[in-house]
């Protein structure tokens, strides 16, 4: 018993999306054979359009509609009001939603586009690291602020940028500061873990 | 802050899929955004071919080929070696694949396409049972097994099948089956739930 060619193929592709396995993906592509013609016309034609629809900001490289010029700008740094002098650095363009949500940044920043992970061969080279670089250079930035995933990559990340930003020569006196670490708002510090609860002593302050 | 039209789209469109949220269809976007223009291409060609490429068997309404026929037969229907007296009737095509790798079925099947689910705004009339009902006058069918998952909707749409087809004219004596419920092989009698255990033991069988 085989399955038709077309739902093999599907189940391959939707196999290969994070997060979903090979059941996931067997009972989303029968989903899908299912659904109105309409629906799958719908998510069929946003998956092939979202590449060619969309460009990377030329300067911080958050995504943005494609404007057909070569190094567009996204509406961040478009905006003339931005703080140019402080770069909030984050691993994608979701993190910078979330920031942009809150309302209270007032500076620019740099999307590196992942982490490093030796185990999945993303080295600094993959990332938006060089970019960064040389906007220390070019751009009057005064902070850095490292605000990446308190995960192990985002961790060793922020090390390595870190380390390579203090030492390249031509790069004057930049601040470099990471987002705190504490209790989360609404949050309950008899669920706190106990390295969440070390990070909130450690990092309290005068009040 | 708004997301490029082209990204919000394809957000939408994953989100309707069953079992992913806002978070994860936001997550799988960027995710697209990321990789190469080719596995895109795999995607969305997949998605939008599956509904052309593919058909339901005439008779049983499982997927097949498509084959340009009216009605074709899929692979179980069109093999002369299958008891015909014999129809297994289940809730989706992936149900007929699992019992298909057992190797142990000799009989055809039917697939409903669904279960009867008053929330879902599902009733008989949206499943393939009036095409059972007629594949019962006019073919010699002994046996109905109701292979339906052991679920509320499940087993609501079993009892309503029982119904119809014991009290159907012109369907004689038809032999109504279910599946065994029991503790599966390699199960723990130990960690059962007092349901399973009741079946069981209900159930049980002369050694």
Redesign the interface.
Known sequence: ???????E??I???E????IGPK?A?????????VP?S????????????????QLCGRCYN????SGSESPLC??CADEKRDRSMVCVVE???D??SF??TGKYPGVYHVL??VISPLEHVGPENLKIDELMNRLKTEPIKEVILALNPSLEGEATAMYLKKVISQKPGVGSIRITRLASGIPTGGDLEYADALTLTKALEGRQDF
């Open positions: 018993m085989r399955l038709p060619k077309a739902i193929n599907l391959e592709a939707l290969r999306l994070p997060g996931s067997a009972r989303l592509g029968f989903y899908l054979l299912r013609e629906e799958r016309q719908a998510l069929g034609n946003s998956v092939l359009a979202v590449g060619k629809e969309t995504v943005c509609e494609a509406s961040v994608d363009p979701l910078l939603i942009e949500k586009h992942g």
